[in-house]
């Protein structure tokens, strides 16, 4: 009996593990992507992940290895609005049919504009550029997610009422999520709410949330603000009385340092920008770690 048990479990295995080189493959170009595309397909398809969560969005390009992995996918899942600059680059390199999906494109855009109240960023670096960081806003995810389960829809229509019935659980607790930081942030007295950080990666969370984004660097981690500029954002500084500033997980924290040792401000909790850090955290754990490091630092811990 226990040899017939063992063979039957044998067997079962081999069974799924066939079954699931049989699913359609989604290639993904960003951890959050994984997590949307896992939670919205579930076993129906193969993800794999490309850039993994200690991964620069900015900085990343697929390796003729990476490329390798992916020439059996049905579909590419990718940030969009610019972020991944290699995109028309990897379309060319994959079997015509291939899908490429840009998860942030139905997504309302925000730019960088010297005469937003948004926004105070370099202008001579940033100006009329698109902010690609929209993930910041759970409402602009909810709106990705709505998108997205649509696309997935058409890709295993099948599978069709599944993907829609976890779209609209996912989308429920994005909406949910989304009021959380709201609550959150009320205690936040609203000529407080300026956010200087390293690069200009949280314009739609200040946009969605009522907050000034004063970001040091560029729309990316590797851009050095110009003298001048950071000279008006010292001021800025002491003019508005801001108390903190926040450094990035994974970022150069010395034009920050910088800025504190000029006007004493608090150098907060570091955000998690770009990506979510580990493997183990997902895409509220992102939103809930920065808000508590925001709210922290500009209530003064109270």
Known sequence: MKRFLSLLCLVTGLSSAVRAEDRPMVATLHPLLSEMVTR?????VRVEELMGPGGNPHT??????????????VM???????????????????????????AGRLVPSLRIDVESEVFMCCPVHSHGAIDPHWWHSPAAMRTAVRHLGRALER???????EIRESARSLMSE??????????QVSVIPRNQRKLVTAHAAFGY??????????????????????PAYLAETVRIIRREKIHAVFPEKNASERILEMIVKETGVEL???????????????YADMIRHNVDSIVQALTGGK
């Open 76 to 102: 590419v899942v990718a940030m969009g609005k610019n972020l991944e600059t290699y995109l028309d680059r990897l379309e060319a390199s994959l079997p015509e049919g291939v899908v490429m999906y840009e």
């Open 174 to 183: 994005l909406e949910d999520l989304h009021r959380w930081v709201e609550d």
């Open 268 to 282: 907060a909790e570091p955000l998690l920008a770009d990506n979510t850090g580990s493997a183990d955290k997902t």
């Open 40 to 44: 919205l397909a579930g076993d129906h």
């Open 205 to 226: 969370f200040c946009d969605a949330f009522g907050f000034q984004s004063i970001p040091v660097q560029g729309l990316t981690t590797e851009d050095d603000p110009t």
């Open 155 to 161: 890709l295993l229509p099948e599978h069709r009422s």
């Open 60 to 73: 990343f390009d697929p390796s003729p290895r990476d490329l390798a992995r992916i020439q059996d996918a």
